[in-house]
């Protein structure tokens, strides 16, 4: 069992950056290719970002490709989202989420296995 820990949401200006944090209860933390996802207030889930187990090959939504990077540190168990440059589109709730070596690259909620509890992220205009 995976168990995933968000951190690092709260109220941002427009223009202004946040970095989320998700720390990972897992052994194998490298096995895991991990992703983030958001969801806004009566909009479905949808994806943000992923970064592979091997490799650390990442990929993007169209709508932060420029914006966002993420990264992890496998020492720390943690995977992370800078986000830059905000939009008050931005806003939501961010859920970090990881899939045992699955393929590449993930995008779908389906492909995912295990889930935080969301961090809400506000993008002030």
């Known amino acids: 069992q995976v168990q995933l820990v968000e951190s690092g949401g709260g109220l941002v200006q427009t223009g202004g950056s946040l970095r989320l944090s998700c720390a990972a209860s897992?052994?194998?933390?490298?096995?895991?290719?991990m992703g983030w996802f958001r969801q806004a207030p009566g909009r479905e889930r949808e994806f943000v970002a992923a970064?592979?187990?091997?490799?650390?090959?990442?990929y993007y939504a169209g709508s932060v490709k420029g914006r966002f990077t993420i990264s992890r540190d496998n020492a720390k168990n943690t995977v992370y989202l800078q986000m830059n440059s905000q939009k008050p589109t931005d806003t939501g709730v961010y859920y970090c989420?990881?899939?045992?070596?699955?393929?590449?690259?993930?995008?779908?909620?389906?492909?995912?296995?295990?889930w935080g509890q969301g961090t809400q992220v506000t993008v002030s205009s």
């Open positions: 897992v052994r194998t933390f490298s096995r895991y290719t």
């Open positions: 970064i592979a187990w091997s490799g650390g090959s990442t």
């Open positions: 989420a990881a899939v045992y070596e699955s393929r590449w690259p993930p995008v779908r909620s389906s492909e995912f296995d295990y």
